[in-house]
C-alpha cells in the first residue's frame, strides 16, 4: 500500500472509514473489517464522536489494542455540541472536552489526526482554531484538520494559522468521487495553496461505484443503498448517474480494469490527495477497496474520465 502525508503523518492512500462502526455493524463484526483492513495495509483510520452515538470510537478503540502503534488514528469533533446543549460545536470549551471524551474512547493517549468535523458559524474561527493549538502544544494531537469546508474558510483558517504562529490544518475532508467532483472548483487549488491534504469521503458514492448496483439501480439488499430510505436514495441514484455509471463501467473494462478501480484511481491519481476514505462493513469489502488503489489514471485519462462522468 502506497503512503502518502497529512503533516508529519504517514498515511496509506486508502483509509477505513469507520461510520460504519456501531451504526450497522456491531463491536465484533468491526473488530473482523479492523484485522482485514491492517492486513491489507491500510492505516488511517478515520471516525469521529458521532459515529454510532460515540460506538464507533469505543469499537475502534477495542479493536486496536495492542497495536495502536502500527496505525494512524483520525477522529472528528463539532458536528454537535455538549450534551447539554449549552455549547456548540466549535466552542473552545467544549472543544477540550470533546478531546478527553475521544481519548477515553479510542483508548490512547494521543489522537494523531484530530478534525473540525464542520463549520460552526457561532463561534468565530480562531476561537475554535486556539483551542485545537492548544491541543497540539499539549501533546494531546498531533495533526489537526477541517471537513466539509470551502476556499474562503480554507483560506482564512491558513492566515489564522500564519498570524497566530499556530497548528495550521494539515487537511480538508471534503465529499469528493468522480460523480462528485466539487472539490475541482477550487478547493484543490486552495489545498496547493495552503499546503493543505485532501482526504475525500463518499469515493464509492454509498456503493453506486462499486459494481454492484444494476443499470435499472437495483441495490443489492444488504448494501448501503439497498438498505438506504427513498427519499434518501434518490440523491445517489436518478437515470442520469446511472447512465454516467454505465459509461464509466465500460471505459474502465476497456482498460482492463473495474468500476472500483476507476473510482479509487481517479482520486488517488490527483497528487493532493493524501488518503482515500472508503467505508465498509465486511472484511471482503476492504480488501476489495485496498486492491482498487492500484490504478494510476494520467491527466489524460482524468480527463476523458471527468467527461465521461458528465
Same mark, same amino acid.
Given at each position: =500500500?502506497?503512503?502518502?502525508?497529512?503533516?508529519?503523518?504517514? /498515511?496509506?492512500?486508502?483509509?477505513?472509514?469507520?461510520?460504519?462502526?456501531?451504526?450497522?455493524?456491531?463491536?465484533?463484526?468491526? *473488530?473482523?473489517?479492523?484485522?482485514?483492513?491492517?492486513?491489507?495495509?491500510?492505516?488511517?483510520?478515520?471516525?469521529?464522536?458521532?459515529?454510532?452515538?460515540?460506538?464507533?470510537?469505543?469499537?475502534?478503540?477495542?479493536?486496536?489494542?495492542?497495536? *495502536?502503534?502500527?496505525?494512524?488514528?483520525?477522529?472528528?469533533?463539532?458536528?454537535?455540541?455538549?450534551?447539554?446543549?449549552?455549547?456548540?460545536?466549535?466552542?473552545?470549551?467544549?472543544? $477540550?472536552?470533546?478531546?478527553?471524551?475521544?481519548?477515553?474512547?479510542? $483508548?490512547?493517549? !494521543?489522537?494523531?489526526?484530530?478534525?473540525?468535523?464542520?463549520?460552526?458559524?457561532? !463561534?468565530?474561527?480562531?476561537?475554535?482554531?486556539?483551542?485545537?493549538?492548544?491541543?497540539? #502544544?499539549?501533546?494531546? /494531537?498531533?495533526?489537526?484538520?477541517?471537513?466539509?469546508?470551502?476556499?474562503? =474558510?480554507?483560506?482564512?483558517?491558513?492566515?489564522?494559522?500564519?498570524?497566530?504562529?499556530?497548528?495550521?490544518?494539515?487537511?480538508?475532508?471534503?465529499?469528493?468521487?468522480?460523480?462528485?467532483?466539487?472539490?475541482?472548483?477550487?478547493?484543490?487549488?486552495?489545498?496547493?495553496?495552503?499546503?493543505?491534504?485532501?482526504?475525500?469521503?463518499?469515493?464509492?458514492?454509498?456503493?453506486?461505484?462499486?459494481?454492484?448496483?444494476?443499470?435499472?439501480?437495483?441495490?443489492?439488499?444488504?448494501? *448501503?443503498?439497498?438498505? =438506504?430510505?427513498?427519499?434518501?436514495?434518490?440523491?445517489?441514484?436518478?437515470?442520469? $448517474?446511472? #447512465?454516467?455509471?454505465?459509461?464509466?463501467?465500460?471505459?474502465?473494462?476497456?482498460?482492463? *480494469?473495474?468500476?472500483?478501480?476507476?473510482?479509487?484511481?481517479?482520486?488517488?491519481?490527483?497528487? /493532493? !490527495?493524501?488518503? /482515500?476514505?472508503?467505508?465498509?462493513?465486511?472484511?471482503?469489502?476492504?480488501?476489495?477497496? #485496498?486492491?482498487?488503489?492500484?490504478?494510476?489514471?494520467?491527466?489524460?485519462?482524468?480527463?476523458?474520465?471527468?467527461?465521461?462522468?458528465?
Amino acid at each position: =500500500m502506497d503512503t502518502r502525508r497529512i503533516g508529519a503523518l504517514e /498515511v496509506s492512500v486508502v483509509g477505513l472509514g469507520c461510520n460504519n462502526f456501531g451504526m450497522r455493524i456491531d463491536e465484533h463484526a468491526t *473488530r473482523g473489517v479492523v484485522d482485514a483492513a491492517i492486513d491489507a495495509g491500510v492505516t488511517y483510520f478515520d471516525t469521529a464522536d458521532s459515529y454510532g452515538q460515540t460506538r464507533s470510537e469505543e469499537f475502534l478503540g477495542s479493536a486496536l489494542v495492542g497495536r *495502536r502503534d502500527k496505525v494512524v488514528i483520525a477522529t472528528k469533533f463539532g458536528s454537535k455540541g455538549s450534551a447539554d446543549g449549552s455549547l456548540s460545536g466549535g466552542h473552545p470549551d467544549h472543544v $477540550r472536552q470533546a478531546v478527553e471524551d475521544s481519548l477515553a474512547r479510542l $483508548r490512547t493517549d !494521543v489522537i494523531d489526526h484530530y478534525q473540525f468535523h464542520k463549520p460552526d458559524p457561532s !463561534v468565530p474561527l480562531a476561537e475554535t482554531m486556539g483551542a485545537l493549538a492548544e491541543l497540539v #502544544a499539549a501533546g494531546k /494531537v498531533r495533526e489537526i484538520g477541517c471537513s466539509n469546508f470551502d476556499v474562503s =474558510m480554507l483560506d482564512e483558517a491558513a492566515a489564522i494559522a500564519a498570524d497566530q504562529s499556530w497548528a495550521p490544518f494539515r487537511s480538508v475532508q471534503n465529499r469528493y468521487s468522480v460523480l462528485f467532483r466539487e472539490p475541482e472548483g477550487g478547493v484543490i487549488e486552495a489545498c496547493r495553496r495552503n499546503d493543505i491534504a485532501l482526504v475525500p469521503f463518499f469515493p464509492l458514492e454509498s456503493g453506486l461505484l462499486t459494481g454492484k448496483v444494476a443499470p435499472t439501480g437495483e441495490a443489492p439488499d444488504d448494501s *448501503r443503498l439497498g438498505q =438506504m430510505p427513498a427519499e434518501r436514495r434518490v440523491n445517489f441514484l436518478d437515470d442520469e $448517474r446511472l #447512465a454516467a455509471v454505465g459509461r464509466l463501467t465500460a471505459y474502465a473494462a476497456d482498460h482492463g *480494469r473495474s468500476l472500483l478501480e476507476l473510482a479509487m484511481g481517479y482520486l488517488i491519481s490527483e497528487p /493532493v !490527495v493524501a488518503s /482515500v476514505i472508503a467505508g465498509a462493513t465486511k472484511p471482503e469489502q476492504v480488501a476489495s477497496n #485496498a486492491a482498487g488503489a492500484s490504478w494510476r489514471l494520467s491527466a489524460d485519462e482524468r480527463r476523458e474520465v471527468a467527461a465521461l462522468a458528465g
